[in-house]
Nanobody
Framework: QVQLVESGGGSVQAGGSLRLSCVVSGYTYSSICMGWFRQAPGKEREGVAAIYTGDDMTYYGDSVKGRFTISHDSAKNTVYLQMHSLKPEDTAMYYC???????????????WGQGTQVTVS
């Protein structure tokens, strides 16, 4: 059973930075897609960033391009989301996600963490 545990959320002023981490365990595939999604109150969940661990190909949502960076450490089974130039509209619950096969399309992700809150004021 795939498990995902996020950490690193918190409160920050606009223009600040945060780094989220997610440890992924319980999978046997050598390469998978890991990603970050977010959901603000009253809004639908949206894909923020994704990375394929096989070749480090990355994907970003339009609203975070140039500000957020996704990366992973295979030795630690950890995916990171470095967020810079944070805006109040980035405030949301951020979820780590993983998909074992089928590509990194947002709709493919089916394993989710519990979420970590990011608040930008």
């Amino acid at each position: 059973q795939v498990q995902l545990v996020e950490s690193g959320g918190g409160s920050v002023q606009a223009g600040g930075s945060l780094r989220l981490s997610c440890v992924v365990s319980g999978y046997t595939y050598s390469s998978i897609c890991m990603g970050w999604f977010r959901q603000a109150p009253g809004k639908e969940r949206e894909g923020v960033a994704a990375i394929y661990t096989g070749d480090d190909m990355t994907y970003y949502g339009d609203s975070v391009k140039g500000r957020f960076t996704i990366s992973h450490d295979s030795a630690k089974n950890t995916v990171y989301l470095q967020m810079h130039s944070l805006k109040p509209e980035d405030t949301a619950m951020y979820y780590c996600a993983a998909v074992m096969y089928g590509g990194c399309a947002w709709s493919n992700f089916g394993n989710w963490g519990q979420g970590t809150q990011v608040t930008v004021s």
